[in-house]
């Protein structure tokens, strides 16, 4: 366990992620509805880009806490960062904001599949049941009976995977090179890559509000992206992960809740139904996760 395990504190921290993240899914869809998803990545990538160079190159103690060890695992996980946050983005802005949440929250689910293969873990039987649920869940989410894109739905699962990939990954990237240096060179390869996928909507691009208040969004789209970021930092660091992951679901209601009142969607009751059943899932292979690990070697 860590030494600086403050579970309170934690709790802080991720309350202020799921916030912050609410806001910028929220921004997501209503920009949406102007811009393409590609120049939203492209444009939300190269502010953070800004804010994070700015400090790198005006204060040597925050360069000298900047290492990239393992260049090749940092380039590989950037790019799985990268297409997430681009199908992710391209689902906010296609499917009901509730719905998209929904299968975001997949991720732990393939993250366990994915942990026997790249961490060597051993998953047991009722993980591999939570695991079944949990995607029994996702076929209630995605019952032909919905109104709405197929592919969008596929987009939405395949940026969890991508995702949950990416954080298989982020073990021996932050345990060699620390979270700063992970988090800046996945901002740094998302930009890089945005530049080309966003560059054929980019001249097509009618802006229906008005200029000012589109570039107050995109800013503020940029500046909830940087802090949701600090408070998955901050909340792992001083969390305990199955202690945290709980409050990771008030998300669901945050949005739901702005999707009902500001573009008056209203999840189904297979959404529901799938929502409850794949957050059960998610939290219970969390909490069995930390009792095998909390469990002294012999």
């Known amino acids: 366990m860590k030494k600086d395990i403050n579970n309170r504190l934690g709790i802080i921290w991720i309350l202020m992620s799921v916030s912050f993240a609410s806001v910028m899914s929220i921004l997501v869809k209503e920009l949406g509805q102007t811009f393409d998803s590609r120049s939203l990545v492209l444009f939300r990538a190269g502010l953070l880009t800004i804010f994070l160079c700015l400090p790198v190159v005006a204060i040597p103690a925050f360069r000298r806490r900047l290492y990239?060890?393992?260049?090749y695992l940092h380039i590989f996980r950037g790019l799985l960062i990268a297409f997430s946050t681009h199908l992710g983005f391209f689902t906010l802005t296609v499917l009901p904001i509730a719905?998209?949440?929904?299968?975001?929250?997949?991720?732990?689910?393939f993250a366990t599949i994915l942990s026997i293969f790249i961490n060597k873990e051993r998953v047991g039987l009722r993980r591999w049941l939570a695991v079944i649920i949990g995607f029994f869940g996702v076929l209630i989410v995605l019952q032909p009976g919905f109104e709405g894109s197929y592919t969008a739905m596929f987009a939405a699962?395949?940026?969890?995977?991508?995702?949950?990939?990416?954080l298989a990954f982020?073990?021996?990237?932050?345990?060699?090179?620390?979270?700063l240096s992970a988090y800046i060179s996945s901002v740094l390869i998302t930009f890089v890559i945005s530049l080309p996928l966003a560059h054929?909507?980019?001249?097509n691009i009618e802006v229906h509000l008005s200029f000012y208040i589109t570039i107050v969004l995109i800013l503020f789209l940029a500046i909830t992206s940087f802090l949701r970021g600090i408070g998955d930092i901050q909340a792992y660091h001083y969390g305990e992960a199955a202690v945290l992951a709980p409050f990771t679901y008030l998300r669901l209601i945050i949005v739901g809740t702005f999707g009902?009142?500001?573009?008056?969607?209203?999840?189904n009751n297979f959404t529901l139904l799938g929502a409850f059943i794949i957050i059960c899932a998610a939290i219970y292979i969390g909490q069995r996760e930390a009792r095998v690990k909390s469990k002294p070697l012999h």
């Open 200 to 203: 054929p909507v980019l001249e």
């Open 260 to 267: 009902y009142f500001i573009w008056g969607e209203m999840p």
């Open 68 to 71: 990239f060890s393992k260049p």
């Open 99 to 109: 719905t998209t949440v929904v299968l975001f929250f997949t991720a732990p689910i």
């Open 157 to 166: 699962l395949l940026s969890s995977f991508l995702f949950a990939l990416a």
């Open 170 to 179: 982020s073990r021996n990237i932050v345990s060699a090179d620390g979270s």
